[in-house]
């Protein structure tokens, strides 16, 4: 059965650092695409970074461009969100979502590829 956990969030200063943790287990191929996401209250789920560990190629929008950066752990099945720079508006329920097919990074942020979801970990960003 596949698996995401994340962890590593928490409450921060706005200028601050936090790594996001995502660790999987269960997975039925060495390739895959695991895209990080979040929620805000009140609006909807917006796709963040999306890293395929076939080529190492990675993707972030542009609202995190430079401040964040996906990566793969030296853990199996395990990748990270580093996150700088953060600011009040980061603040929202972040999930990391795992598939293993093709998809373009249009189709990864938009997170309907992506076939299992871990359940959520809160950054919250104080001015």
């Known amino acids: 059965e596949v698996q995401l956990v994340e962890s590593g969030g928490g409450l921060v200063q706005a200028g601050g650092s936090l790594r996001l943790s995502c660790a999987g287990s269960g997975f039925p191929f060495d390739d895959y695409v695991i895209g990080w996401f979040r929620q805000a209250p009140g609006k909807e789920r917006e796709g963040v970074s999306c890293?395929?560990?076939?080529?190492?190629?990675?993707y972030s929008s542009d609202p995190v461009k430079g401040r964040f950066t996906i990566s793969k752990g030296n853990v199996k099945n395990t990748v990270y969100l580093q996150m700088n720079a953060l600011e009040p508006e980061d603040t929202a329920l972040y999930y990391c979502a795992v598939g293993f097919g093709y998809m373009s990074w249009s189709e990864c942020v938009l997170g309907g590829d992506l076939e299992y979801w871990g359940k959520g970990n809160l950054v919250a960003v104080s001015s």
């Open positions: 890293i395929s560990t076939k080529d190492g190629s990675t």
